[in-house]
């Protein structure tokens, strides 16, 4: 459960937030290593419940190899495992990905697709991942919404909602048009760095003043 403690948000408090985000980090994106709009799917797809820091260990040996649809697929599921064992669910991950490396081929051309729907339909993409190639590799202006983005959400008060579909919703109603874009990066950054679950390091936060968190750490 988020605990959460916010006074009634505005839009000239969350554009103060996004604007000192923004002086910060003027031009952030993720953490994950790519060069393709494949291989940042197959990077975001083993994200799921394991770190970045893993993630780029795995795909350092793995992309060399296996940078496109039809390598992965000559690859195989064995082959696929010997880079990604480290990571968990790596079995389930593997199997996912060598059918979506399959349905891309089949279907895509072996291009990743540019739509919702269509990301959404392969093994192992919900919506979080295809929000996130969607923004991240296609410069579409949604935001993804992971534990980190939902935990600030909540804590700061500027999109709080009970689902991750629906703090999603606001964070698109409410974040000023101008921020949309980076605001993702923006807000994961800051929860996994400094707003982090057990113990937010108020201290350093550079929206310290704006947040109306009760439970303020010094």
């Not at 800051?190 to 679950?197: E, I, L, N």
């Amino acid at each position: 459960m988020v605990a959460v403690y916010h006074r009634a948000m505005n839009a000239s408090l969350r554009r103060a937030i996004f604007e000192r985000l923004r002086a910060a980090n003027p031009h952030p994106t993720t953490e994950l290593r790519y060069r393709t709009p494949f291989e940042l799917l197959v990077a975001v797809i083993l994200s799921a419940q394991a770190t970045d820091v893993s993630v780029n260990l795995a795909t350092t040996s793995l992309f060399p190899l296996a940078d496109t649809p039809e390598k992965l697929l000559a690859l195989g599921e064995a082959g696929l495992i010997l880079h990604i064992r480290r990571i968990g669910l790596f079995k389930t991950k593997a199997k996912n990905l060598i059918a979506t490396a399959k349905i891309l081929i089949e279907r895509h051309g072996g291009q990743v697709p540019k739509t919702r729907e269509a990301l959404e339909a392969l093994p192992g993409v919900g919506r979080k991942t295809a929000n996130v190639v969607l923004n991240t590799a296609f410069g579409v202006a949604t935001i993804a919404v992971d534990t980190h983005i939902f935990r600030l959400a909540n804590r700061i008060g500027i999109a709080p909602g009970k689902t991750v579909l629906e703090v999603e919703r606001k964070l698109l109603k409410h974040v000023p048009a101008e921020f949309r874009q980076d605001a993702h990066h923006w807000l994961i950054l800051h929860g996994r760095y400094v707003c982090r679950a057990r113990k937010p390091d108020c201290g350093v936060c550079l929206i310290r003043d704006l947040c109306d968190y009760k439970e303020k750490t010094a």
